[in-house]
């Protein structure tokens, strides 16, 4: 049997297998020479203290010991052309993965998906940020592989109760993933490599016999005596079935809108928004590594902050280290902005997202819109942002300190915002209450992390489509809508899920649940 090993070492040993070996051999007491095989199971950083190390987690392999080289598999995947079908809708993580599950226990997956292809999706991303151009069905949120698709890949979570997340990992290399996701502590796939992934997958759902509709927006639900029975499309077509998931992510207004026209019941729910802060990376390495310069062997930093301003959290959301900030709105007379890394985190900034936790009682001016609140009190400051900023993809920005200081930033340096930014005191761009949280916060922030408020920063606003603003609520058990049966709200725009692995989770969960009605499965995870 292997030994398994805990073990702290630098950056230059994790970082190269047989240095690595030889300081696991100096621990076993034996030659470097009897050990055949070093896996690392687990890697992390401690940057805590001066010298920065590496947390490894290993299994040692001796010489008398038996190594095989572990190759993940896909499931066995059944073939279902012929099978009884469930619509999803959303070609997200949550849809993508839900599919899976369902032609894996022997169900015929129909998803439709608003946007276009992985590929085709360029073409209007490159529309957004060069001309200024929104496209309702086919952005940085909508399309196939859902906004995590073009917003960074970003797989680590704290839902570790809520299902396997080794399964969404290991079904991820599988399908063309490094295996290093099922080793980091904070795994991450990039933007320019998960697109490929969303592609196999989608092919593997065709080729099992499943469909896959792009270009097809719900418009309507067909609904007799409490129960779904199938959609209809803006092209007029009705497709059937008395099973549909509804994973549409946290962006798509028009079906929570439908959903209240016809009085499926919904609520809102709190949510959480402010800005993008883009610091110079080297800075940010600085900060968190202590030193002038972070070498060969450290990654890129991120960081991680939360404080309790006035009674309320402000934080760090989807830090991206050497990564950029990406225009995400999805109509027309709205700013939003997103980050994203590639996969080697390249890049020469580093952006998060620092927002502030909102209640109900903040909706109170839109209390007209009834569960819809939260949603139109986002809208709001999106619209708002885009009359301040010029009326195009532009964003309202300002230095870090100048905001805390009430005072217009006379100049804005280039960021990695391609459509460019507009000097806008952010006061204007959010409530009153909100702006003083975040002035207070960042002062804050600039105590915990010496060197991190400063000028150099850009504010960039707003940072609002962190979840969503409505939860379509379901039964704890059958995981189907209170009120319509055959209904399953699924992932990010139902409320359950917060991320790519989340949300893949939540989709197979709603596969299983379908599954054990009809195929009367005794399936129990």
């Not at 797989?155 to 996701?181: C, N, P």
């Not at 830090?319 to 997103?338: D, L, Q, R, Y």
Request: aromatic share 8%; hydrophobic share 40%.
């Amino acid at each position: 049997m292997p030994r398994e090993i805990q073990t702290q070492v630098a950056p230059e040993v994790a970082a190269n297998e047989s240095l690595l070996k030889e300081h696991l051999a100096k621990l076993f007491h034996v030659s470097g020479k009897e050990i055949q095989k070093v896996v690392v199971l687990k890697r992390s950083i401690d940057a805590r203290q001066k010298s920065i190390k590496f947390n490894i987690k290993a299994s040692v392999f001796f010489n008398d010991e038996v190594y095989i080289e572990p190759k993940l598999e896909l499931p066995e995947y059944k073939k279902v052309s012929n099978s009884q079908e469930v619509i999803i809708i959303g070609a997200g993580p949550a849809g993508l993965f839900a599919a899976l599950q369902l032609i894996e226990l022997g169900l015929k997956p129909i998803v439709l998906e608003r946007g276009k292809d992985v590929r085709g999706r360029r073409r209007d991303l490159k529309a957004i940020n060069v001309d200024h151009l929104v496209n309702e069905d086919s952005n940085y949120c909508f399309g196939e592989g859902g906004a995590g698709t073009y917003s960074d890949g970003k797989l680590y979570t704290r839902s570790k109760k809520r299902g396997d997340v080794d399964r969404i990992l290991q079904l991820l290399v599988a399908f063309g993933a490094s295996s290093d996701i099922l080793v980091e502590a904070h795994p991450h796939i990039g933007t320019n490599k998960l697109p490929q992934i969303i592609q196999d997958i989608r092919e593997k759902i065709i080729e099992c016999g499943g469909q896959v509709l792009f270009e097809t927006r719900v418009t309507d639900f067909l609904i007799k005596n409490n129960a779904i029975h199938g959609i209809v499309t803006q092209k007029g077509d009705t497709i059937s079935a008395n099973k549909v998931i509804l994973a549409t992510g946290h962006s798509a207004r028009d079906i929570f809108e439908l959903l209240d026209r016809k009085k499926i019941f919904i609520e809102a729910k709190p949510f959480a928004l402010g800005v993008r802060a883009e610091h110079p990376q080297e800075l940010i390495d600085k900060i968190q590594y202590s030193c002038d310069f972070r070498g060969d062997y450290l990654p890129p930093a991120p960081y991680s902050i939360v404080k309790q301003v006035n009674g309320r959290g402000m934080y760090s959301f989807c830090m991206c280290p050497g990564g950029v900030i990406a225009p995400c709105a999805t109509s027309p007379g709205e700013v939003v902005t997103n980050g994203w890394s590639p996969s080697k985190r390249d890049q020469s900034t580093a952006n998060s997202g620092i927002v502030v936790e909102l209640k109900l009682e903040d909706y109170k001016p839109f209390a007209k819109f009834g569960a819809l609140a939260g949603m139109e009190f986002q809208k709001s400051i999106e619209q708002k942002a885009w009359h301040l900023a010029g009326q195009t993809q532009k964003v309202p920005a300002q230095r870090m300190v100048d905001f805390t200081q009430n005072k217009i930033s006379t100049d804005i340096p280039k960021t990695s915002y391609v459509p460019g930014t507009t000097s806008v005191e952010m006061g204007q761009v959010f409530p009153g209450f909100l702006t003083q949280i975040m002035r207070e916060g960042f002062l804050e922030f600039g105590k915990s992390m010496r060197g991190y408020m400063t000028n150099e920063a850009i504010l960039h606003a707003p940072e609002s489509r962190t979840s969503s603003p409505v939860r379509i609520p379901r039964n704890e058990e059958t995981l189907e809508h209170v009120q319509i049966k055959g209904l399953y709200p699924c992932g990010e725009g139902a409320g359950y899920a917060g991320g790519i692995i989340s949300a893949a989770i939540d989709g197979e969960k709603c596969a299983l649940k379908i599954a054990e009605v009809l195929k009367h499965l005794p399936i129990i995870r």
